[in-house]
């Protein structure tokens, strides 16, 4: 079909932190100075603004999208807000990417930004909301029970063990170490994981992303353009994104069938058969450690029931055959919504340029392939991005 | 985004601690939204909230795809078309799934130490719904660490009197023995 082909040439990313005294539009600033810099280009080379942040209710600010518009850099430009729960980060970027490979435009600055902070006495009471009003909310849900939930039905249907699956927590916490702007960077072993509270079982303390405030932005260019901004552009030949249903307890959890039908269409523009070959990086959307292997199984990248398998085999270390969330992902580098999922796609750029500094998986990485996933339990979106 | 630029990133943002702003160390602004929301539940969910007033749990057919959903609905978002008949289903179900809860909707902890029990809420599927169709409700009166997957479980309702037409209107499910 006639898109354009859409490098990436730029990125910035805060530092990401429980309590941040920034501002939405600050931080967001923060980070798209930072892109910009990073290519030498500046705002008035920039044709469009994609901006994404997720539920209003965390940063108690209605229409936050328009709060952080101006430190985006969208001041009198054509700015849209991309708003897919957890899934919003990646969103941005294949929306960003739309705007320029349609011809609209030949620059788009793409900026995740969440200050989950600003909710007291915890942003966790925020997300009762997203529940139905009628059918759930008056049971009192929280988050984390479906993410137990969940959890407790992919072991239950593979026949997983909870502690081989904190393994993930392991690796992304050890990755983390190397990040600069990850808030929970740790050196833990399995036994940490397993011996921290409790928070709804099958769900531990270290199994779960923290809560944060940070941002991230990209600068997305047409080939023209990237070609004269950099030596190293990073391309967008691939992106997919699905919806599935909102009565999430009608589903069978065991499996993400929206990821799959996102990275399928993915894969299918970037021309890409066999994706556990091809893809040689990947950052999935680990919010928690069970959903990095949920969603690597999504991905096709690991088979349904083969993900802990991989996984104990050091197939997703940083040195192994397929590394996964080598940033440090949400467990390790932290979670601030929108910015976590955009996180991932720069982390992907920097490591297919060669720039990930001591995070840097070895062998060259040519293909790599960010994850985001949100709203309630039902939504996939994958970039696949190619040196 | 070498670990070079650590100095670079750190001046991007002022990290505080939970006491700077709880303890008025920064400047804060709070607020107590005081909104208040009355919501439709268009024609299916209001019949399904009637009927749980009655003691009864009601899904609807789409004739299409044969599916009985529930909660009701008035479309099939598959087949895309307005659903049939209303169906009785049974009160009784199946554990598809379940978690045990040491926190609350707000993530706070409940005093499991002090001997309160966990919430165990758990996606049910309900005898009578086509295969798979849940819902989220809880379960009691067992103890957590006997919930299995696959467990048989039944309705506990309140008092005809105290029914209000609500999905509360079930106290919880409690485990019975297998189906016959």
């Known amino acids: 079909m006639g898109y354009r082909k859409v490098a990436v040439v730029g990125a910035g990313i805060t530092k990401f932190a429980r309590y941040a005294q920034e501002t939405v539009s600050e931080l967001s600033y923060e980070a798209t100075k930072m892109a910009l810099d990073s290519c030498e280009m500046n705002l008035s080379q920039i044709d469009c603004v994609s901006v994404g942040t997720a539920p209003d209710a965390f940063d108690g600010i209605h229409m936050n999208g328009e709060a952080m518009a101006e430190g985006s850099g969208g001041w009198c430009k054509p700015v849209m807000r991309n708003y897919v729960g957890g899934g919003t980060g990646v969103m941005s970027a294949i929306h960003g990417w739309q705007h320029v490979a349609s011809g609209m435009f030949d620059t788009?600055?793409?900026?995740?930004?969440?200050?989950?902070?600003?909710?007291?006495?915890?942003?966790?009471?925020?997300?009762?909301?997203?529940?139905?009003?009628?059918?759930?909310?008056?049971?009192?849900?929280?988050?984390?029970?479906?993410?137990?939930?969940?959890?407790?039905r992919f072991m239950a249907t593979h026949g997983y063990d909870k502690k081989d699956i904190a393994r993930v927590a392991v690796k992304n916490k050890g990755n983390a170490l190397n990040h600069p702007s990850a808030q929970l960077g740790a050196e833990i072993t399995v036994e940490d994981v397993l011996n921290s509270e409790i928070m709804a079982y099958?769900?531990?303390?270290?199994?779960?992303?923290?809560?944060?405030?940070?941002?991230?932005?990209?600068?997305?260019?047409?080939?023209?353009?990237?070609?004269?901004?950099?030596?190293?552009?990073?391309?967008?030949?691939?992106?997919?994104?699905?919806?599935?249903?909102?009565?999430?307890?009608?589903r069978d959890l065991y499996y993400p069938d929206y990821v799959e039908v996102a990275a399928r269409k993915a894969y299918e523009m970037a021309g890409i058969k066999e994706p556990h070959k091809e893809i040689h990086i990947a950052e999935p959307y680990d919010p928690f450690t069970y959903k990095e292997l949920h969603h690597l199984e999504g991905l096709q990248l690991a088979p349904?029931?083969?993900?802990?398998?991989?996984?104990?085999?050091?197939?997703?270390?940083?040195?192994?055959?397929?590394?996964t969330c080598p940033s440090g992902g949400l467990l390790g580098v932290g979670n601030p919504i929108a910015a976590a999922g955009l996180m991932k796609v720069a982390e992907i750029f920097w490591q297919l340029r060669g720039e990930a500094g001591k995070r840097q998986v070895p062998g060259q990485p040519k293909c790599g392939l960010a994850q985001a996933w949100g709203d309630l339990m039902q939504v996939g979106t994958v970039v696949v991005m190619r040196a | 985004m070498d670990i070079k630029h650590q100095k670079k990133i750190d001046k991007t943002v002022t990290s505080l601690r939970k006491k700077d702003v709880t303890g008025g160390k920064v400047v804060t602004e709070s607020w107590e939204p005081n909104l208040e929301y009355a919501w439709d539940n268009g024609p299916a969910i209001?019949?399904?909230?009637?009927?749980?007033?009655?003691?009864?749990?009601?899904?609807?057919?789409?004739?299409?795809?044969?599916?009985?959903?529930?909660?009701?609905?008035?479309?099939?978002?598959?087949?895309?078309?307005?659903?049939?008949?209303?169906?009785?289903?049974?009160?009784?179900?199946?554990?598809?799934?379940f978690c045990i809860s040491h926190v609350d909707w707000k993530?706070?902890?409940?005093?499991?130490?002090?001997?309160?029990?966990?919430?165990?809420?758990?996606?049910?599927?309900?005898?009578?719904?086509?295969?798979?169709m849940g819902i989220l409700h809880m379960i009691d009166k067992t103890n957590p660490k006997n919930i299995k997957m696959g467990m048989r479980v039944k309705a506990v309702w309140k008092p005809a009197e105290k029914r209000e037409g609500s999905i509360t209107d079930i106290e919880y499910f409690k485990p019975i023995g297998k189906k016959k």
Not at chain 2, 47 to 57: D, F, I, S
């Open chain 1, 108 to 152: 788009c600055l793409v900026v995740a930004e969440e200050k989950m902070s600003s909710a007291f006495p915890h942003p966790a009471g925020a997300f009762l909301t997203i529940f139905d009003h009628t059918t759930e909310q008056p049971l009192m849900p929280t988050l984390l029970w479906i993410f137990a939930i969940e959890m407790q």
């Open chain 1, 202 to 250: 099958p769900v531990n303390r270290l199994d779960v992303s923290p809560t944060s405030d940070g941002a991230v932005a990209l600068v997305l260019a047409a080939e023209h353009v990237a070609r004269r901004v950099t030596e190293k552009p990073v391309w967008i030949d691939g992106v997919g994104h699905a919806l599935d249903s909102a009565y999430w307890c009608t």
């Open chain 1, 304 to 323: 349904r029931g083969g993900s802990v398998k991989m996984l104990m085999d050091g197939h997703f270390d940083r040195d192994g055959n397929l590394p």
């Open chain 2, 46 to 97: 209001s019949r399904y909230l009637a009927e749980l007033k009655k003691g009864k749990l009601i899904g609807k057919r789409c004739n299409k795809c044969d599916r009985v959903l529930l909660p009701p609905r008035m479309f099939c978002e598959i087949c895309w078309r307005p659903t049939d008949e209303w169906v009785y289903v049974e009160d009784t179900g199946t554990v598809n799934t």
């Open chain 2, 107 to 132: 993530a706070g902890r409940l005093n499991i130490k002090g001997g309160v029990r966990p919430f165990t809420p758990a996606v049910i599927e309900i005898d009578g719904a086509s295969k798979g």
